[in-house]
């Protein structure tokens, strides 16, 4: 697999899928392994998963078997508030929050994230260029001022060089320690919500937002990378536009007006003279 170029996650995932196979099965009997993986009390996506890892196994030693067709379950996304998102970036260690902010920013994938190299970050145009994880095409992320600064601090109090990686650690490590302050935080507020937000829900709720501020389908398709604008179509029926997920706010002038744009506020009417804007919380 590292000879296909297939990637480090792709192969971990491949590698512990085996070892739960071969712990419970002969690998060279395709039956067992069939026989194992039906009787699972398990989703269908994970069952689809360990075939996939076997069918691998089978093709390289040349195992005739017939591959079960588990279809990939669908799960619903919820996304979170910008508000508990912020919440979780306040209550991590400098290094963490710098990452949950990019991840908040920019939609990057975990694996994406942990690749990152110091020189793909341009502080002066504040803009990111990811290598992308799944050879789609590349792309310009641009960042705000906040995390100009946080990325900026970050590499001089790491002196950091311009091909050193932005992060130590791989992808394991960063889900690892995002869900102890999560899990610490979700226990100090006594709010079992905030412990139902994954890594990934940061890469969705960029999505949501980017597609929310834009309407342009084929914009938020290129921002995410995906393949398919199938995969982009899931986010456009997410936004929930109820009142008390927005704060508004009135321009009374030129400059008001120019303070809220930055800010992200969005134009919607005006009355009496005043301009009326509302950002989603």
């Not at 930055?262 to 009417?269: D, I, K, R, S």
Request: proline share 2%; hydrophobic share 30%; with cysteine.
């Amino acid at each position: 697999m590292k000879n296909q170029a297939r990637s480090n996650d792709t192969i971990k995932a491949t590698s512990k899928a085996l070892a739960t196979l071969n712990k419970h099965t002969d690998l060279n009997n395709p039956e067992q392994v069939k026989q194992y993986i039906a009787q699972l009390n398990a989703s269908t996506s994970y069952k689809r998963n360990l075939c996939i890892a076997y069918n691998k196994y089978a093709q390289y030693y040349q195992i005739k078997w017939e591959m079960p067709r588990y279809k990939q379950q669908s799960k619903q996304i919820k996304i979170p508030t910008k508000e508990k998102l912020e919440m979780l970036i306040s209550a991590s260690g400098k290094t963490l929050a710098t990452r949950l902010t990019i991840s908040m920013e920019t939609g990057l994938r975990p694996v994406e994230l942990c690749n990152l190299k110091v020189k793909d970050i341009d502080l002066e145009q504040r803009t990111i260029y990811p290598t992308t994880a799944k050879h789609g095409t590349a792309r310009a992320l641009k960042i705000s001022n906040k995390l100009q600064m946080m990325l900026q601090n970050h590499i001089i109090r790491n002196n950091l060089n311009p091909n050193d990686k932005l992060f130590k650690g791989n992808t394991e490590n960063y889900g690892k320690f995002y869900r102890i302050v999560r899990n610490r935080l979700a226990k100090k507020l006594q709010d079992p919500t905030i412990q139902t937000i994954r890594l990934y829900d940061f890469r969705h709720y960029f999505a949501t937002m980017t597609y929310h501020k834009t309407r342009d389908l084929l914009y938020t398709k290129q921002q995410m990378e995906h393949s398919q604008i199938k995969t982009t179509l899931i986010y456009t029926q997410l936004l929930n536009l109820n009142d008390d997920e927005w704060t508004c706010k009135v321009a009374h002038n030129s400059t008001e007006d120019t303070q809220l744009i930055e800010a992200g506020f969005e134009y919607v009417t005006d009355r009496d003279g005043l301009k009326f804007y509302r950002k989603r919380k």
